[in-house]
T-cell receptor, first 117, second 110 residues
């Protein structure tokens, strides 16, 4: 039973390029969350998606960032025109239902470390 | 606005002693609290949780205490082991997501 799969593990981009981060949730999980961890900081919520729907994107920067979770395939976090400040570890998590409700825990992937040169 | 705070960025204890990690929150609407453990280059893994209707939950060496009136929770690890060395995140559940604290780095020395 595979866990949450994220790829790539490491991604290097030059300023102005696009970064695409992929996340396949655990089997049977239809809720996906993206978190970002900046150096020496905690995990910051970015976006919560269900299949084909964005439920809460209150933590997403208003520009350059987008996320999707299509009916088929992995969830994608897309960052356009990356800047140095986007360098961080991006974690995806999944749950079978709303994360946190009734103690529903999130299962995390190993993360994608994005480095912007 | 940091709704979940872990004011101690690091903690060092000796093997066999008790480790106490603290967490404070500001929003009384949170109804579940969880602790996650994170090793370098890995994702966080769930450790233990507690409902807001309880004040204690125990699982082996790990016990979480909740003081709702003080909006404070703590994680006790006893006895501490070197393999417990990791970053520990406190998380609060509400509004369909988990809100995490900034983490406490625990170092357990032999």
């Amino acid at each position: 039973n595979a866990g949450v799969m994220q790829n790539p593990r490491h991604l290097v981009r030059r300023r102005g390029q696009e970064a695409r981060l992929r996340c396949s949730p655990m089997k049977g999980h239809s809720h996906v969350y993206w978190y970002r961890q900046l150096p020496e900081e905690g995990l910051k919520f970015m976006v919560y998606l269900q299949k084909e729907n964005i439920i809460d994107e209150s933590g997403m920067p208003k520009e350059r960032f987008s996320a999707e979770f299509p009916k088929e395939g992995p969830s994608i976090l897309r960052i356009q025109q990356v800047v140095r400040g986007d360098s961080a570890a991006y974690f995806c998590a999944s749950s079978p239902s709303t994360g946190g409700s009734h103690g529903e825990k999130l299962f995390f992937g190993s993360g994608t470390q994005l480095s912007v040169l | 606005d940091q709704q979940v705070k872990q004011n101690s960025p690091s903690l060092s204890v000796q093997e066999g002693r008790i480790s106490i990690l603290n967490c404070d929150y500001t929003n009384s609407m949170f109804d579940y609290f969880l602790w996650y453990k994170k090793y370098p280059a890995e994702g966080p893994t769930f450790l233990i949780s507690i409902s807001s209707i309880k004040d204690k939950n125990e699982d082996g060496r790990f016990t979480v205490f909740l003081n709702k009136s003080a909006k404070h929770l703590s994680l006790h690890i006893v006895p501490s082991q070197p393999g417990d060395s990791a970053v520990y995140f406190c998380a609060a559940a509400g509004f369909q997501k988990l809100v995490f604290g900034t983490g406490t780095r625990l170092l357990v020395s032999p």
